[in-house]
């Protein structure tokens, strides 16, 4: 790429792929800007995006191959890389099987077109361990509506005139709409409904502001339900029609132990305020729902899940204009069948048998049990690209100790993450400006393939993570199974049942519309269920002789006395800066944020006799950490917020890996209980 040039490219600093503008000059990028070309930003960008080439130019970029000899990692070629890493894993596959090889891809490698390729090797190699961050995040909501429903919802903001944004924080997470159109939503009359336990940046833009107790979120929504219920303002033609469980589920739900007086002592919020999100809810025309992390991260995020999606069904929101509604996928190769057959059953099958079947891997957080326990079978090697388990999964101790017990770990990375201390390999993979990628845009609302192309004609450092994969392959006698040679060849493999072709992407400017909006699609195909309807009670919950019933009467038990651990721990909330771990190695945006900090509200500061920026040990059950202290009112009385990613003031120390989700087998993050100790 001689002289000056602008290349059209999307953004990956976060998984959300926002459209780049990148100037070149004689085949070096000099400066970026959003692209007002694009359907999800429109020349919007965050502070990681506008730092996209302090990462590209980055002195912690690994420049080459590493290979552990001794206690050392030393630099090598990549095909010494390559051969070893192939003897490794046919040494392992001899020995031990191949399903004692886990495969596991972290944010940094996305939930699109890469992890195509990792599965595909995994099932080449016949691991049926391949897994993934979705073990941990958002997985567990979409099996929620899918289970009710068919498919996951987004709220239709543009065309929405009220909304609830419930344990989400789109103004610093940007998901599933940029800061902008929340912006215009409002500035058209919008009423916004926030809830969370901690006052957000959204929280603090919201109309009305529900500061629930953390852990509380089922009890809330039956309480907005039997308000609907016994004001008869639920949709009664949409029920009558395709809720055949209604009148079971609305009986028990008009129960007074529902109500929003009942219900206060445990959500913390008042009954008058429930009541009037509950009526404005159900008497607006076109009304959204969002749920972020938050709801995913209790010990029954799932049933959470659950009760919102009736709640958007019964109301008469799904799928229409301002509603909840469903985006269609395009079609797309999958290049992961027919392939043959995995050794044995994927770790976490057992207990988390939904989760594994609906995503068709295995449930990562089940990996360190398996590792140390060796049962059901044992794990005896592993590959994690853009991942950080030691810092993201709960109880980093227990994945420290794991990680240590393996016979062989490959790193695949940017930077010098974590992990490699563990490793046996390293492989640097190139930036995302360095390399070509499709995108589908549905947890946008948008019927949109995307293009990212890279924007120098070849990497500084590093490989595309595509034809690490593919060389990798090659070197194993794989080749018949990934006959591509770049990147380009990749896309137009899987975009060979969807009419298009890379070249067709380049010519529409990197943004390809497969769908026109429709609404109501439900009318004509039914709904994406075993039944075609709405399901509140699922029988395929109950044939795994799960609880199948959305309403769990534990919820209504109520525990204050925790002589030791007397306050809730709520853990991962984004900082604008960071993505998980990645990014503080960024000047300018570690400058953001360059402490790990625990929130505090200033009656519970009081009560430990702690002043701001001081010292404290949070503990846990788990372990303990020590870190700053930031007293603020963002955060209710009795709790505290700590943030993810800091290597030295790790949360995840303070997290268990008992109590998950039956369901969907996600950890408890957001309700833990925990003391602190001034120092």
């Not at 309403?551 to 209504?556: A, C, H, W």
């Not at 290597?647 to 268990?656: F, H, I, R």
Request: charged residues 25%; contains cysteine.
């Amino acid at each position: 790429m001689g002289g000056r040039q602008t290349v059209t490219t999307l953004c990956k600093m976060c998984d959300h792929g926002c459209g780049l503008e990148v100037m070149v000059r004689d085949g070096r990028p000099e400066a970026l800007k959003g692209s007002t070309a694009h359907p999800f930003n429109r020349g919007w960008l965050c502070a990681k995006g506008r730092a996209a080439l302090d990462l590209f130019y980055s002195p912690n970029r690994l420049s080459s191959p590493l290979i552990r000899k001794g206690n050392k990692l030393v630099p090598s070629g990549w095909e010494e890389a390559f051969t070893f890493i192939a003897e490794k894993l046919f040494w392992l596959q001899d020995k031990y099987g191949p399903q004692t090889l886990a495969i596991y891809h972290g944010e940094g490698v996305g939930h699109q077109e890469i992890k195509y390729y990792m599965k595909r090797f995994a099932n080449v190699y016949r691991t049926p361990n391949f897994c993934g961050v979705g073990s941990l995040c958002n997985a567990a909501r979409t099996m929620g509506e899918t289970l009710t429903f068919g498919n996951l919802t987004k709220p239709d903001i543009p065309n929405s005139s009220f909304l609830i944004i419930w344990g989400g924080n789109p103004y610093v997470s940007h998901e599933p709409y940029p800061p902008s159109d929340l912006a215009k939503f409002k500035k058209r009359g919008g009423k916004l409904v926030v809830v969370d336990p901690r006052k957000t940046e959204t929280a603090s833009k919201a109309d009305i502001y529900l500061p629930i107790k953390p852990g509380q979120d089922e009890n809330l929504v039956l309480n907005i339900l039997h308000v609907i219920f016994c004001e008869g303002l639920w949709d009664k033609t949409f029920t009558q029609k395709w809720v055949p469980d209604f009148e079971r589920f609305y009986q028990a739900v008009i129960e007074e132990r529902f109500s929003p007086e009942k219900g206060a002592a445990l959500t913390g919020i008042s009954s008058d305020v429930v009541r009037q999100v509950a009526i404005l809810y159900a008497k607006s025309k076109s009304a959204g729902i969002f749920t972020g992390n938050g709801l995913e991260h209790h010990n029954h995020g799932v049933n959470t899940t659950r009760l919102l999606a009736i709640l958007k069904a019964v109301s008469g929101n799904l799928d229409i204009p301002g509603g909840d509604i469903f985006t269609p996928r395009p079609a797309l190769k999958d290049i992961t069948s027919p392939l043959p057959e995995p050794s044995a059953a994927p770790i976490g099958s057992a207990k988390y048998a939904l989760f594994c079947q609906a995503r068709r891997e295995a449930h990562a957080l089940s990996l360190p049990a398996a590792i140390i326990k060796e049962k059901p079978y044992p794990i005896k090697g592993m590959i994690i690209a853009g991942g950080n388990p030691s810092l993201e999964w709960p109880q980093s101790s227990l994945t420290r100790e794991a990680l240590q017990r393996l016979e062989f770990l490959l790193v695949i990375d940017i930077v010098r993450s974590p992990e490699c201390r563990y490793a046996d390999v390293v492989l640097p993979a190139c930036t995302f400006l360095e390399r070509d990628e499709h995108r589908v845009n549905v947890y946008q609302n948008l019927p949109h393939i995307t293009l990212r192309r890279k924007v120098v004609d070849h990497p500084v450092h590093g490989l595309p993570d595509q034809m690490i994969w593919f060389k990798l392959a090659q070197h194993m006698g794989f080749g018949e199974f990934f006959p591509w040679k770049s990147c380009e060849e990749g896309i137009d493999y899987l975009l060979s049942e969807s009419g298009i072709t890379l070249q067709d992407l380049i010519a529409n400017g990197g943004v390809h519309q497969y769908a026109e909006r429709t609404f109501r699609k439900y009318e004509h195909n039914g709904f994406n269920t075993p039944s075609g309807k709405i399901e509140i009670y699922p029988q395929k919950l109950k044939d795994l002789g799960l609880d199948f019933s959305p309403i769990r009467e534990e919820i209504l038990k109520r525990r204050d006395e925790y002589d030791d651990f007397p306050l809730m721990l709520i853990t991962g909330g984004n900082l604008l800066s960071y993505t998980h771990w990645q990014y503080r190695y960024i000047p300018k945006l570690h400058k953001m944020y360059p402490d790990p900090i625990f929130e505090i509200h200033p009656d519970t500061a009081r009560l430990y006799k702690l002043s701001n920026n001081e010292i404290a040990e949070v503990n846990t059950s788990y372990g303990r950490i020590k870190l700053k202290s930031l007293i603020t009112t963002r955060i209710q009385p009795g709790a505290i917020h700590v943030p993810q990613g800091w290597e030295e003031a790790n949360v995840n120390e303070l997290t268990g890996q008992e109590g998950f989700d039956p369901i969907s087998g996600f950890p408890n993050l957001k309700s833990v209980r925990c003391n602190i100790r001034k120092l």
